[in-house]
């Protein structure tokens, strides 16, 4: 009789003979068994390729890491546990007390956070500048600013940053510009063509795209950029399970479908909503009234982005009544974007509920305010589902 390897301390590796599979595995392994102390010197020093122990990277990881830094153009990147993880690789594993950070006024809420009570808590200081206008970001700077971090197209406005203006003056100041591509995503635009050194994800949204999994990604042009933030984030343990890394992938085996056809129903969607009554305000950064509409198309293209903002009627009321009958309709109020299911998003009771009604209504918030996450669902249910929300919206304003 066969002698029986001691299979629960060495697994086997799947063995298929002359059958390959077509579907990429999963590897849950939390720790791999190195054959000797030099091989495992060879590891650690980078002779060798290997894992050694899951926080410091696995086989899921390191292929979804390869996938999206092949979309983004980008030399390398490092899979993190959540978009804000990504985010935090990249202000705390690159910069130090001292250091000074510019942020865009209207960055994601809790990367606002960080750059509000958590940087400056170690040390770092940090000043938010208005990213359509390099003029704005040019007039933060201080002789220690060490980082530029802007979003593309910011929520829930869905303003375009000035992205090149502000990367000629990075540049021209030798500092670093990280941009969080979440929104656009590299199918509409690939940020280090444009001059940013490093480059983030929320992989939780638009690429992963099932609001199954949360992750995040981080890019650096630069090696040793790179190096630094993974090193930061494997010793605070910001990196990301392997089953998550597994789900992100198959998701991202459709995520050019998904987002041409989220974007087209948006684009389409943003033509006819004004339509409805009890409807204004429409944005979408490719409307001829958008405050960006050139730089959106120099930047994005024909690719406008899967985001549409509206204002319904009837002020609290109104929001109320009309998320309900969405909701009624199959269109629910959930705090996500991206997910194959089309989502809407209050800002003033979520993203935006730390401001007063003034500082939203400096944005253009109101209590009206809804921004749509387009998915997949035909644009005529979509609508019909909006209608019903506006009409309920009107019938509840009086
Ligand atoms: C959601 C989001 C994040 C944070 O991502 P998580 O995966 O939720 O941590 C960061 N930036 C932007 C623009 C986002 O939309």
Redesign the pocket.
Known sequence: MAEQKPSLMRPEAVTTGVSAPVAAPIQPSVVYAAESPSALDAQYEGRAAGHTYAREGHPNAAALAARIATMEGCAGGLVTG??????ASALMGLLRAGDHVVGGDQ??G??LRLMREELPRLGIATSLADATEAGAVAAALRPETRMILI?TVS?PMLRVADLEGIAELAQARGILLAV?G??TTPRALRAVEHGADIV?H????LLSGHADA???WVGARDAALLARMESFAVTMGLTASPFDCWLAERGLLTFELRYDRAEATAAALAERLGDLPGVGGLRYPLSADHPDRARAAALLGARGCNMVTFEVAGGRAGADAFARAAGEAGLPMAP??GDAGSTLSHPASSSHRGLDAAARAALGIGEGTFRLSVGLEPEEALFAALAAGAEAARAAAG
């Open positions: 959540s978009g804000m993880a990504a985010v960055l994601y809790r990367s979003e929520n969080d979440t929104f983030i929320s992989v939780t949204k949360t992750l995040g996500t974007l």
